[in-house]
């Protein structure tokens, strides 16, 4: 089944303590993108990635890293959270290679809360 | 810069209709559509291309005016399960397939 697995699904952490949230996807895809939602804002872009080693910052950066050594992964990382990164975060993934009109495949989402 | 969705929240009764507009005040590639129920994850609705037509899905269709730069969806005869947010995802020309979305339409369908 194609599909894109984030893990984990809720994490409570205190403020400072590095994390890092998983992405998986099983489809190949070159594309893949990291989102954070807050109520009234939508979904912002955090990073992403066109492909192994290739990757872009979004709409809010600040405080995210990320990496893309396998074409199947993207984690995101924390080094150091703060409680304003509270938030219900997604990973997506897209394929490239049928042009631009590919969808985004989204996982099924990781809430974090940082106190 | 994101693109602006309009109305912010509606309320429907089954059957009725509903308009939701997204624009945007750059020049656009494409658009895409996706459904959120309360705590899940998007769902994809469709995506209408720079030149493309009009495109549909059951009951849900969606135009693209891209001299306007501007994309609405339109539900019919609307059902319970049409309920959730709806967000827009717009992609510029040149844009390495970076999709950025609105703020999110929240439609609630009551019986």
């Known amino acids: 089944e194609a599909q894109v697995t984030q893990n984990p699904r809720y994490l409570i952490t205190v403020t400072g303590k590095k994390l890092t949230v998983t992405c998986s996807q099983n489809m190949n895809h070159e594309y893949m993108s990291w989102y954070r939602q807050d109520p009234g804002l939508g979904l912002r872009q955090i990073y992403y990635s066109m492909n192994v080693e290739v990757t872009d910052k979004g709409d809010v950066p600040e405080g995210y890293k990320v990496s893309r050594k396998e074409k199947r992964n993207f984690p995101l990382i924390l080094e150091s959270p703060s409680p304003n990164q509270t938030s219900l975060y997604f990973c997506?993934?897209?394929?490239?290679?049928?042009?631009?009109?590919?969808?985004?495949?989204f996982g099924s989402g990781t809430q974090l809360s940082v106190l | 810069q994101q693109p602006v969705q309009s109305p912010q929240a509606v309320i429907l009764r089954e059957g009725e209709d509903a308009v939701i507009n997204c624009s945007s005040s750059k020049a656009l590639y494409s658009v895409h559509w996706y459904r959120q129920k309360h705590g899940e994850a998007p769902v994809f609705l469709m995506i209408l291309l720079k030149g493309g037509e009009q495109k549909g899905h059951e009951k849900i269709s969606a135009s693209f005016n891209e001299k306007k730069q501007q994309s609405s969806l339109y539900l019919t005869a609307s059902q319970l399960s049409y309920s959730g947010t709806y967000f827009c995802g717009t992609e510029r020309p040149g844009g390495y397939q970076k999709v950025t979305f609105g703020t999110g339409t929240k439609l609630q369908v009551i019986p």
């Open positions: 997506a993934s897209r394929g490239l290679a049928g042009g631009t009109n590919e969808k985004l495949f």
